[in-house]
């Protein structure tokens, strides 16, 4: 059974502080996303990560995917009110497999 | 349609009452999926649709649980003799198999299910 484990479950943080989150597994994936949801909606693509040691930028979301595939971060700079949200990885191994989610709240 | 719809978007029963859940995904997305989400938590797996075909239903809790998909296209998933436990959001996502990478899933919004 393919997992995905994400820390921290949950981050709250004020606005203009710097976070990362991970996502771990013992499997390998062929690619990796990582979805945003905010409360009464349904998660939404943030990013895909495909070869290891990947880079993507969005803005001041960076999302690296590891080395050998089997793990992820997000990085958040200068986190604003807007980036509250439960963060979730996703490994592609048939279907998506999702991690328990990262809460996270950004104050004012 | 536009975006993944779900109806209905809250569901209160009785415990012991049978529920449908409906999901229209985007025109055209050949792959379907049902998802649930307790409060705060991680998505689990349901079923997966191909077309009409359901080649995955791991997922599926108990045989209380059953999904159907008609002309490639609406879903439904029921739920028979509903449980205090059921209680959770259901998702539904569509996707293009062939473009998963590019485009993921688009999710719809859910249905809260709430068996009192």
């Known amino acids: 059974t393919q997992l995905l484990e994400q820390s921290p479950q949950f981050l709250s943080i004020q606005e203009g502080e710097n976070l990362t989150v991970y996502c771990n597994s013992s499997s390998v994936f062929s690619s990796l996303q990582w979805y945003r949801q905010e409360p009464g909606e349904g998660p939404v693509l943030l990013v895909t990560v495909v070869t290891g040691g990947e880079v993507k930028k969005l803005k001041r979301l960076t999302f690296q995917f590891g080395d050998a595939r089997k793990d992820s971060s997000l990085h958040i700079t200068a986190a604003q009110p807007g980036d509250t949200g439960l963060y979730l990885c996703?490994?592609?191994?048939?279907?998506?497999?999702f991690g328990q989610g990262t809460e996270l709240s950004v104050k004012p | 349609g536009a975006g993944v719809s779900q109806s209905p978007s809250n569901k209160v029963t009785e415990k012991g009452k049978d529920v449908e859940l409906r999901c229209d995904p985007i025109s055209g997305h050949t792959a379907l999926y049902w998802y649930r989400q307790s409060l705060g938590q991680g998505l689990e797996f349901l079923i997966y649709?191909?077309?009409?075909?359901?080649?995955?239903k791991s997922g599926l809790p108990s045989d209380r649980f059953s999904a159907e998909r008609t002309g490639g296209s609406v879903s439904t998933l029921t739920i028979q003799r509903t449980q205090q436990e059921d209680s959770a959001v259901y998702l539904c996502?569509?996707?293009?198999?062939?473009?998963?990478?590019?485009?993921?899933?688009?999710f719809g919004s859910g249905t809260r299910l709430t068996v009192v």
């Open positions: 649709f191909q077309g009409n075909s359901a080649p995955d």
């Open positions: 996703a490994g592609l191994g048939g279907k998506l497999i």
């Open positions: 996502a569509s996707s293009l198999v062939p473009r998963l990478k590019e485009h993921g899933y688009t």
